[in-house]
């Protein structure tokens, strides 16, 4: 396995352990469908920051640690907390496209399905869909 | 003086600059395999315009939540290369309500995700896997938009 596919493989994990603190952020400026969106949307980045993980140590591969913390610019209210996970959702599509273009077969549909999957939740927080996402 | 081949190497990395961590990606020489993968796509996309054009033409008010998305296949098409085909609607047939013609967009988007995820594993030059990697995604989330938000 290439150097440059760890390197996409831990800029993806940088990516969802992003994802996985802004969730946590999301979720306590958000209430009712929202919140439980968010709650969701953590489980499914908590699944994918795992398999990375797992992906990573299997390649024998270093497996950072989270930051503490992420920046997220100003969340204050609902609209802001929107914006946010619209644009960690479109940025995560470019982190498994690069994900894809190091991978093969089996892993590279995964990657496809996982930006896939990111792209999708963007707009079901009202994001518009992209030619190029992210 | 740069030598000739820092200058190629500088030349070949400056367009590629957020496909610097895929560069392995590349080892594998763009094949007529990934001619035959863009010719497929081109086909596809030209019909997927086609279908848009047909559906805004025959339900006019539809049009604003359509032609962006029309738009975004125009630019999947010119990203692989390929050639619009000449717009010929005749032949299209739509249904013959707005509902049931954005439910046959529906479908015909999700197998069109579903196909340009296919066509991203068999491509072997890693601007085309990266280029179908997005369409896919972009796919998906037209199928999200003309849902309302669920897959």
């Not at chain 2, 081109?42 to 962006?68: G, M, Q």
């Amino acid at each position: 396995m290439s150097d440059a596919a760890i390197e996409n493989l831990t800029q993806a994990l940088n990516g969802e352990y992003a994802a996985t603190y802004a969730y946590g952020v999301i979720g306590a400026r958000t209430s009712g469908a929202d919140q439980a969106r968010a709650r969701r949307a953590l489980e499914s980045h908590r699944q994918l920051r795992d398999e990375l993980r797992f992906d990573l140590a299997a390649l024998q591969a270093p497996v950072l640690p989270p930051a503490p913390a992420y920046e997220t610019g100003p969340v204050d209210s609902p609209a802001q907390a929107k914006a946010l996970a619209i644009q960690i959702e479109q940025r995560l599509v470019r982190n498994w496209a690069a994900v894809a273009t190091t991978s093969a077969d089996a892993s590279r549909e995964r990657a496809i399905r996982n930006a896939q999957e990111c792209g999708t939740r963007a707009i079901s927080w009202g994001g518009a869909s992209q030619a190029f996402p992210g | 003086m740069p030598t000739r081949r820092q200058v190629l190497q500088a030349g070949a990395i400056a367009p590629l600059a957020t496909l610097a961590a895929c560069s392995s990606g590349g080892d594998t020489p763009v094949s007529d395999a990934d001619d035959s993968v863009r010719s497929q796509v081109t086909a596809s996309e030209n019909d997927l315009i086609k279908r848009y054009d047909a559906t805004i033409a025959a339900f006019p008010t539809l049009a604003a939540k359509l032609t962006p998305i029309r738009d975004q296949h125009n630019e999947h098409l010119a990203a692989v290369g390929g050639d619009s085909a000449p717009t010929d609607l005749k032949g299209v047939v739509i249904p013959p309500t707005a509902q049931a013609a954005l439910k046959e967009l529906v479908v015909a988007e999700r197998e069109a995700a579903r196909e340009r995820r296919a066509s991203c594993v068999q491509a072997s030059g890693s601007e085309l896997i990266w280029d179908l990697a997005l369409i896919a995604t972009s796919e998906s989330q037209h199928v999200a938009s003309l849902t309302d938000g669920s897959p």
